[in-house]
């Protein structure tokens, strides 16, 4: 029985450990309960098998441990997690000069809340908006466009 706790504890410390590198990184918090719950198991086989019996537990673990961050590297389980693909050209608010100039009308698509989506010239621009939240579907106008930034009101 005594066996069958510390395999439990160890496994599940693990398992938790495990999530934290391979599924869910920068919490923390799963890797620290693992890591609580594996010292709790060592402190059982320490209690339980002697320091002879403690010793084997931390080395067996450790080496299946290694074995099992080998092999999740190794069989292309984090090349299936990462990302890949980059944005390019996903830079906002790049057009040619003369698109639009303040004092242009145009539509807001999405809730302009100190941001959101409108369109200009049948082209979708993120605005800013100064002071006010601005519906969806509410006309607005250009008021200001410093460094591409686009500051919008509602129509007056």
Do not use: C, H
Request: zero cysteines.
């Amino acid at each position: 029985m005594e066996l069958f706790i510390v395999i439990s504890l160890l496994t599940i410390g693990w398992l938790l450990v495990f999530l934290e590198i391979f599924f869910i990184p920068g919490i923390t918090v799963f890797g620290i309960v693992g890591v609580a719950v594996m010292i709790a198991g060592y402190y059982y086989a320490f209690t339980n098998y002697g320091n002879s019996g403690g010793y084997q537990t931390i080395g067996i673990s450790a080496l299946l441990m290694l074995a099992s961050l080998v092999l999740g590297f190794k069989s292309g389980l984090w090349n299936k997690l990462s990302l890949k693909e980059s944005l390019k050209n996903s830079r906002t608010n790049e057009w040619e000069e003369g698109i639009i100039k303040v004092g242009d009308y145009g539509m807001a698509i999405s809730k302009i809340a100190l941001s959101g989506t409108a369109r200009f010239n049948e082209i979708n621009f993120e605005v800013n908006s100064e002071s006010e939240f601005i519906s969806p579907n509410t006309a607005i106008e250009i008021i200001k466009i410093e460094n591409r930034k686009i500051i919008v009101q509602t129509k007056k």
